[in-house]
């Protein structure tokens, strides 16, 4: 009796309890990590505790394991996955390359660590992504100058680098003072790819190479092409991290003190735990995330709506747009919002002013064109998910009463017109009577 | 071949003159009320050359009254003209009646056309 009482009190507990990543409140989430070793859940412990004091719930499991899947009853179990596995040649259970992309292409978040030996499959999903790991599996990315100064020479392919992508929304607003050390594999864009991008790039004095052969043939890889870590946000705003380096997320590399090879300076902390940390928060759409509500457009001195504008008429139209910011939808604050009145080309574009409380708003007025318009945002900022509204709207013509009816500039036409008919009447009174 | 003199055009002007003289009167009176259409038909050209088409509607039929009057009335001319053999049988007051309703289609469709 009592069991059956718990029972009907969890029912309507239900919804809450399975309520999952929805744009409205993006929280809460619940993150896959693979492994190729259960060890780097302690190695890399400060990484995990930083997006779990954040406020996601992480599942690790080892790639291999035969129980792994990502979704059942065709819902996704998972917001996020996480891939620390680089040598993993196939994953257990039901995830493969399919899988994994059709995750991503379902909007969902991936974080992938590659090293030197990645194995095939590793590869594979960075090409899907649009970024192409050096193919020899024994290269690290070598730099004779801006190396990270260590206690032994050592064969320079533990790297400083400084050279961060340009964007707040990407990395923090606080610069990130000290360099961020890497130790791993390079990789190139694929120049077809728009939409991924360099976010830590190596100095211009970088190549890689196996470092424990002579170099007989020029390497392929070579200076500021080879990126360290980039980023992809598909155009359904999921977000791909790519890292050449596992270790870089590594505890190790996160408390190292660090020195770059030719600079005075000696950090006590590497930059590695700030910038992975804030990277991890755009991967996970806990920056840069916008949604735009309440478009509005009204005549010029009304409130309501109209189903269809005249040309000439006045309007006012006004948009909500706000930025998630990991715990709240905070107003998004920006000058370069533009609207376009658009039928096959914007007839008009306006910037949109703002008040600083997430609204923007124009007043404009219809062209002298009528037919079906369309209030058009598209807004694609870097580092932003992209915003793409629009509202469709007919524009009239004026009506055959909404004309000027006497036109002063007329008078001589209706003059020529009057004159002609008494003109008529004269002549035929003449003309009858002149026999 | 024989150079064209002042002269020439001046004997040209009389002997117009003279041959005109003879037209009966009331296809002078016709020609005068085509000469009077023209004119307020040139006088609107004249107008919209000098401060622009806007009322196109009104231009078009203010300046289309003055040639629809003009070609209905040489119309009445050629048909009246007792010269003309080719209307011989078509009695004048049948061409006036025609000329008369024809005035009137026309003035109707340029009063709508007007505003």
């Known amino acids: ?435 | 071949m024989v150079k064209s003199t002042s002269k020439d055009a001046q004997a040209l002007f009389q002997s117009l003159r003279s041959a005109y003289a003879a037209t009966p009167t009331n296809l002078k009176i016709i020609d005068l009320y085509v000469v009077f259409s023209i004119f307020t038909a040139l006088i609107q050209v004249v107008y919209m050359a000098i401060v622009g088409s806007f009322p196109f509607n009104s231009f078009l039929s203010g300046v289309l009254s003055c040639i629809g009057t003009a070609v209905l009335a040489v119309c009445l001319r050629i048909q009246v003209n007792k010269e003309n053999k080719e209307f011989k049988d078509l009695p004048p007051e049948r061409a006036f009646a025609d000329f008369v309703l024809c005035n009137l289609v026309l003035h109707l469709v340029i009063m709508n056309f007007l505003g």
């Open chain 1, 1 to 435: 009796m009592s069991k059956l009482l718990i029972f009907l009190t969890l029912i309507p507990l239900l919804p809450i309890l399975t309520t999952s990543f929805s744009l409205e409140n993006p929280s809460s989430r619940r993150v896959l990590v693979l492994l190729d070793d259960l060890a780097l859940k302690s190695s890399h412990s400060v990484f995990f505790n930083s997006l779990q004091s954040r406020g996601f719930d992480l599942d690790f499991k080892l790639a291999d394991d035969p129980k792994i899947g990502l979704h059942r009853y065709g819902q996704y179990l998972y917001d996020g996955l996480i891939l620390f596995c680089p040598t993993t040649e196939r994953f257990g259970g039901s995830i493969d390359l399919a899988a994994i992309l059709e995750f991503v292409d379902s909007g969902h978040d991936l974080i992938i660590a590659a090293d030197s030996n990645a194995s095939d499959l590793i590869r594979e999903i960075a090409t899907e992504s649009g970024v192409d790991f050096d193919e020899d599996p024994a290269a690290l990315v070598i730099d004779h100058s801006s190396y990270a100064v260590s206690n032994t020479e050592g064969d320079h392919t533990l790297i400083a680098s400084d050279e961060y992508i340009k964007s707040d929304v990407i990395l923090g607003s606080k610069k990130i003072e000290a360099p961020v050390l890497f130790q791993g594999i390079g990789h190139s864009l694929n120049p077809s790819n728009s939409l991924v991008l360099k976010v830590l790039s190596a100095s211009p004095s970088a190549y890689s190479s196996n470092p424990k052969s002579k170099l007989s043939n020029p390497p392929s890889l070579t200076g500021s092409a080879i990126s360290l870590v980039s980023i992809v946000q598909a155009r359904n705003n999921a977000r791909i991290l790519i890292s050449g380096s596992l270790s870089m997320f590594s505890n190790r590399f996160f408390r190292s003190e660090v020195q770059k090879a030719g600079s005075p300076t000696k950090h006590e902390k590497s930059g590695n735990e700030q910038f992975l940390t804030e990277l991890s928060k755009w991967v996970f759409h806990e920056r840069g995330h916008l949604k735009a509500m309440n478009v509005r457009h009204h005549k010029a001195g009304e409130a309501d709506e109209p189903t269809i504008y005249r040309v000439n008429d006045d309007l006012e139209y006004s948009v909500e747009i706000y930025e998630w910011s990991g715990a709240s939808w905070e107003p998004y604050v920006a000058d370069d919002v533009q609207v376009q009145f658009y039928m096959m080309s914007p007839y008009v574009l306006k910037n949109l002013s703002t008040d600083k409380k997430g609204s923007y708003f124009t007043a404009f007025k219809v062209p002298d064109v009528y037919g079906v318009f369309q209030f058009k945002v598209e807004y694609q900022r870097l580092g932003y998910t992209s915003l793409s509204l629009s509202k469709q709207i007919p524009v009239r013509p004026f009506k055959h009463n909404e004309y000027e009816r006497f036109i002063p500039a007329a008078y001589p036409y209706y003059g020529a017109a009057f004159s002609m008919m008494t003109g008529f009447f004269i002549f035929t009174a003449v003309h009858l009577y002149s026999k």
